[in-house]
């Protein structure tokens, strides 16, 4: 898969990819599932947290309708002043947000109790990640 924006899909493989930093730019350290649903594979980077996402299955079907965009991350701010970066694929209300244990900065959102119906990411760790790549500002 080559990178054309922060969303990517290869129908080949029917798998997607969310970038949350430039790719070229980081290093790849290991990937892991994300234990409540194996539809998403967590990139580790060496200089960021995460690097990405891989996406397979429904999930990467759902992505594929936002392949080769750029910019899909919005700035909020929490309740205490605290900003963060978020994208969700729809409106959907969550039902269930996890995150992977070693990297609790970042949380997923489900649409369900099972973690099958992703529908959208929440970035806390906002000195890691570039903004001006996330949301474009």
């Not at 890691?128 to 790549?133: F, G, H, L, T, W």
């Amino acid at each position: 898969m080559g990178y054309k924006g922060q969303v990517t899909y290869d129908k080949e493989v029917e798998m997607g990819y969310i970038y949350f930093s430039e790719p070229s730019k980081y290093t790849i350290t290991h990937t892991e599932e994300l234990p409540e649903n194996d539809d998403i594979m967590l990139d580790f980077g060496e200089e960021v947290p995460i690097v990405g996402i891989e996406v397979e299955g429904e999930t990467a079907r759902k992505i594929e309708l936002i392949a080769d965009k750029v910019h899909i991350f919005k700035k909020e701010v929490t309740t205490d002043g605290k900003t963060y970066y978020s994208f969700r694929l729809n409106d959907e209300i969550t039902r269930k947000s996890i995150s992977h244990p070693d990297v609790e900065s970042i949380v997923f959102h489900f649409s369900d109790t099972n973690c099958e119906d992703f529908i959208g990411i929440d970035i806390f760790d906002s000195k890691s990640y570039s903004e001006q790549y996330l949301i474009g500002k």
